[in-house]
């Protein structure tokens, strides 16, 4: 029931949204230049690798010695409205028909976070991957990684079908407030470095 409900809300979100995808695709390419998509590799279910897609929001801006600047620096106004109103997410509705994402579960991170994982953190894997999900609605990118993971692991043991409806209609209200986009006045969550007690080990 999970998976026929993703194909048809992502079928029928990209068919309203396509003309939003297009003019979203224009300026990103108009200011930003190519590629108009960014792509980068994630752990989903079981950790198997796949591309996730997102509107680019960031220049390629880079200092004398071809390194790219920060993000904060990267960081155009245009792409931080799209971030903001969570524009830049809606190519993953692809990931959600190709089945690499559904539409509520764990967000899919970055690969090298992998082997930082405790044992009870790595169950977040033990579900498809998600456009939003429990954490995200429960402060998305102002909570501590260990507060997130617990979130993850507690939809894992809990998901449900009407649980699903609830994070879908509670993101609505988030994107609207633009809650928890960003964590202690970042533009991006720190990065995960490991909890302490794996640190302390």
Do not use: C
Request: glycine content about 6%; charged content about 20%; hydrophobic content about 45%.
């Amino acid at each position: 029931m999970k998976r026929l409900f993703d194909m048809l809300a992502a079928f029928l979100g990209l068919a309203v949204l396509s003309p939003i995808l297009i003019v979203i695709a224009i300026l990103v390419h108009t200011k930003l230049g190519s590629p108009i998509l960014f792509r980068q590799q994630r752990p989903g279910l079981h950790a198997r690798l796949f591309y996730v897609y997102k509107f680019r929001t960031m220049t390629d801006q880079r200092d004398a010695d071809g390194q790219l600047f920060s993000d904060e620096v990267r960081l155009t106004p245009f792409g931080n409205s799209l971030r903001n109103l969570s524009l830049d997410e809606l190519p993953q509705l692809f990931n959600v028909i190709k089945g690499d994402l559904s539409l509520v579960g764990p967000r899919p991170l970055l690969i090298q976070y992998l082997p930082l994982y405790s044992p009870e953190q790595a169950r977040r894997h033990e579900v498809r991957p998600g456009i939003t999900g429990w954490a995200q609605v429960n402060g998305r990118n102002a909570i501590s990684w260990e507060d997130k993971f617990d979130l993850d692991v507690w939809y894992v043991d809990h998901h449900s079908f009407w649980l699903d409806l609830k994070i879908l209609w509670m993101t609505l209200i988030k994107v609207f407030k633009r809650e928890g986009i960003s964590h202690d006045g970042q533009v991006t969550m720190e990065v995960f470095q490991g909890t302490q007690k794996q640190h302390e080990s």
